[in-house]
């Protein structure tokens, strides 16, 4: 039997349409910004966002770090929330490509707000401090749990940072899913921040890729920051097709994402594993096994014999992602195997 694979919703494999996309795609070379299903995509991406203009990136993490690039510099500083991608994911680049130096603020469920920002933005006039360059937000935020800023929280950041001079920029990575959950178009999210990048590749299902999405000015310089980095592309149409097909065909079904990882947290609430339910606001399910006297490794091989595959999130957490290639049956499956695994260790360590 095949494993059921919650280690990430990166896994989900391109589906047909999207492969007949990228046979027949028309391309041409996006080095010279000519080919035009690549620019096909960054139009309906920056349509999508409300934004005036996108660029298509290799990566999440190219297309963070390209906006940080514009935004921000040596001797600055980009405020971020403590376990963001950003900060503890991206091997450093805040510092390795913009030359500037993050200032990471432990927050609840992930989020900033006005008060915790107050005492991170640097004054103006001290000359000895780094300048407060950009405010970095994440929605949905991965290592919370899947959890989302709502229109307002996300309101209030921008009109703190406005009266700062400071931009917004938001690591949208899971921005469709932060959107389905509340019900509200993409853009409503989106024209808080200056600048934001989203994935194609996860819960959109497209193999490669993603997009940064801003005024056309900003992405012209962040068209030749990613340049710098290598990331200028050719007949990147190929990939670009399958990132239209998911941009159009895979954002509703993100609701289904959303059911069955509700359905995992409720069943684990259930057993001696720990768990914030109020997390579990999208596709995320991170919990704690530490009371059944096990470590998340311990935890991750005892599922491998069910086939069933989740990621080692901490020496006592462990990560489950819903997405497109887990049904309904292998969730409730997975279930299953959950409320075993808490009873019989439970039994175990009693």
Known sequence: MSLIDLRSDTVTKPTPAMRAAMANAEVGDDGYSEDPTVRRLEELAAEMTGKEAGLFVASGTMGNQVAIMVHAGKGEEVICEASAHIFGSEGAAIAALAGAQPYAITAKHGKLTPDLLEDAVRPANKVNAPRTALIAVENTH???GGTYYTPAELDAIRRFAAQRSIPVHMDGARIFNAAVAQNVPAAQLAQYADSMQFCLSKGLCAPFGSMVVATRNFIQEARRCRQILGGGMRQAGIMAAA???GLNTMVQRLAEDH??????????????IRIDLDSVQTNIVIFDVSLLGMTAVDFVKA???HRIGASVFGK???RMVTHNDVSAPDIQYVCTVLAELGSRQQAAHA
């Open 142 to 144: 991965n290592r919370a």
């Open 243 to 245: 990132g239209i097909v």
């Open 259 to 272: 059911k069955h990882a509700r359905m995992l947290g409720e069943t684990i609430a259930n057993t001696r």
């Open 303 to 305: 599922l491998q014999p």
């Open 316 to 318: 006592y957490k462990v």
